[in-house]
């Protein structure tokens, strides 16, 4: 397994994004990536119950439990790494979750503009 150096968008450490459920491609809590995560789920953000539904709607339910795959179903308020297009997608949609800049990958900067990251920031940035 190759995985790109843990670096934030912000350019320091990868914080962690989320224990209950853990989440990550990896399932490690962070957002961590490599050449193996086509879908580069490198946004930590808090679900709303908004995103949720547009997510649902694109065919992508994460609200329904999957017990086969160890998968609890996510609810509003927890924290999951994201799929950085489906971020952009409901960005343009204009309900696009909240984001920890520390626990976002930098390889998001690939699919997502910095300032369009920082606007939806959940934390103080410079």
Request: net charge neutral.
């Amino acid at each position: 397994m190759n995985r790109a150096p843990a670096v934030n968008v912000l350019g320091g450490e990868l914080a962690e994004c989320g224990r209950d459920p853990v989440t990550g491609f990896y399932r490690d809590g962070c957002c961590n990536t490599s050449a193996e995560d086509a879908g580069c789920h490198t946004v930590c953000s808090v679900m709303t119950r908004e995103f949720l539904e547009f997510s649902a709607a694109r065919g992508n339910d994460l609200m329904t439990p999957r017990p086969e795959f160890g998968f609890p179903g996510l609810r509003p308020g927890q924290r999951w790494c994201l799929c950085a297009l489906r971020w952009l997608e409901a960005a343009r949609a204009g309900c696009a979750p909240r984001v920890a800049l520390a626990a976002t990958h930098q390889r998001t900067l690939e699919h997502v503009p910095l300032d369009l990251l920082r606007a939806h920031a959940i934390e103080a940035t410079h």
